[in-house]
């Protein structure tokens, strides 16, 4: 069974950072891309980031570009995404989510883990 | 980058009820690249369609997609109480993803 478990979230004061991590089991980690994708309250989805199973190769959504930084290690099938920076804006839950580049689509998504960026 | 604008923004539907999703992109999207997910309150997404009009493992056939271009449709056929929730397109290209804005179902 897949299962993705985010953590690291919680309160940070303006221009802080914070590193979430994204435990991966049930798949070959290493054969995927993996993404964040956020979700402010009571808004819709927004991607943040995405970085192929090579590793050579990391994207990102113009609105963290230059803040965030996403990793991953094979070896411990975890995901991660270094936040500095950070913003009021960047309150929000986080996924981690299994992309299925054969569908072109996100079949497995982690519970969320929630951000909030206030002093 | 890709705008995905979904329409209407609420659609309030009875139970039984067909229910009629719409998703138009900015420019043309690759039919393979286009997907749609149900959210749930305090739940994940959900995948539901992907390449515009195939079902994910375990959907039921009340749901189909279909489209091309720059228009897509997610249909359900026949509403039942677990379908009320928010649904959102989503396309990938050019190395960006981008989602809708979603489009609520909810309970008439």
């Known amino acids: 069974e897949v299962q993705l478990l985010e953590s690291g979230g919680g309160l940070v004061q303006p221009g802080g950072s914070l590193r979430l991590s994204c435990a991966a089991s049930?798949?070959?980690?290493?054969?995927?891309?993996m993404h964040w994708v956020r979700q402010a309250p009571g808004k819709g989805l927004e991607w943040v980031s995405v970085i192929i199973s090579s590793d050579v190769h990391t994207y990102y959504a113009d609105s963290v570009k230059g803040r965030f930084t996403i990793s991953r290690d094979n070896s411990k099938n975890t995901l991660y995404l270094q936040m500095n920076s950070l913003r009021a804006e960047d309150t929000a839950v986080y996924y981690c989510?299994?992309?299925?580049?054969?569908?072109?689509?996100?079949?497995?998504w982690g519970q969320g883990t929630l951000v909030a960026v206030s002093s | 980058e890709i705008v995905l604008t979904q329409s209407p923004g609420t659609l309030s539907l009875s139970l039984g009820e067909r229910a009629t999703l719409s998703c138009r992109a900015s420019?043309?999207?690759?039919?393979?690249?286009l997907a749609w997910y149900q959210q749930k309150p305090g739940q994940a997404p959900r995948l539901l369609i992907y390449g515009a009009s195939s079902r994910a493992t375990g959907i039921p056939d009340r749901f189909s997609g279909s489209g091309s271009g720059t228009d897509f449709t997610l249909t359900i056929s026949r509403l039942e109480p677990e379908d009320f929730a928010v649904y959102y397109c989503?396309?990938?290209?050019?190395?960006?993803?981008?989602f809708g804005q979603g489009t609520k179902v909810e309970i008439k």
């Open positions: 049930g798949f070959t980690f290493s054969n995927y891309a």
């Open positions: 989503q396309q990938y290209g050019s190395s960006q993803w981008t």
């Open positions: 989510a299994k992309w299925l580049q054969r569908q072109a689509s996100f079949d497995y």
């Open positions: 420019q043309s999207v690759s039919s393979s690249s």
